[in-house]
């Protein structure tokens, strides 16, 4: 990082999707990813358990994530592999992980008495563990939670083997951020409602694409 202000750095790196799935059978899955920037770029990859500030090198998860630092040319791609290495995790529901990348732009050439801003720009994605042979269908889990009026909020109940995502929540005309529910697990929202009244939101599917859902709530 260096100091203010003539000129700044945007990031250049952009990664194919907004999730990872990689089934229990797979040898590995590949994430593509881009520099649509005009300079190169160095990239540090790996995968975390959802502790956003761990370092790197302290985190032990059951992957192997290659080539783990690399430089990528400007308007080229590079091919990330994930292979799964084993360990004790469900197989009668999903786990979540995340994976992170962190873009290190090239050094700028400044003149001596040019000031700039330098920046390093990390993006981070779910990356879900599913095991094969799971019941329902992933993109159907939204519809198959149920919702409960407890006081001034809302608590989820997902009865699926899935993790739901949701981007909003909307009832009777207020709106909140949504969150995501853990498989077999609940969650409460802050947003009120009644027995009876209808709930609509949006959710994330297997693709990234954001889909609508509505529900009443019990």
């Keep these: 990082m260096l100091a203010l202000f003539s000129t700044y750095s945007l990031a250049s790196v952009v990664i194919t999707g907004t999730r990872v799935i990689y089934p229990s059978d797979a040898k ?3 994430v593509k ?3 649509v920037g005009t300079s190169p770029v160095l990239l540090q990859s790996w995968i975390d358990k959802g502790d956003t500030d761990a ?5 032990q998860v059951p992957f192997v994530l290659t080539p783990p630092m690399n ?6 791609g590079q ?10 995790l469900p197989m009668d529901k999903e786990s979540v992980f ?3 990348v962190l873009e290190v732009p090239a050094k ?4 001596a008495d040019e000031n700039f801003l330098q920046m390093a720009f990390r993006t981070r994605i779910k990356l879900f563990y599913r095991p094969t042979g799971l019941e329902g269908v992933a993109n159907d889990a939204a519809k198959a939670v ?4 407890q006081g001034n909020s809302l608590q989820a109940t997902n009865p699926t083997p899935y993790y739901v995502s949701f981007v909003t929540i909307k009832v009777n005309g207020k709106e909140i951020e949504g969150d995501m529910v853990a498989p077999r697990g609940t969650l409460t929202f802050n947003l009120p409602g009644k027995a009876g009244s209808k709930i609509t939101g949006d959710f994330v599917n297997d693709y990234g694409a954001v889909n609508p859902f509505e529900a009443v709530i019990k």
């Design 28 to 30: 590995e899955v590949s």
């Design 33 to 35: 990813i881009n520099n």
């Design 55 to 59: 370092q790197p090198s302290s985190i």
């Design 71 to 76: 430089r990528v040319e400007a308007g080229k």
């Design 79 to 88: 091919t990330l592999r994930i292979s799964y290495a084993g360990g004790a």
């Design 98 to 100: 995340w994976l992170n």
């Design 108 to 111: 700028k050439q400044a003149k």
């Design 146 to 149: 149920t919702w409960q009026a």
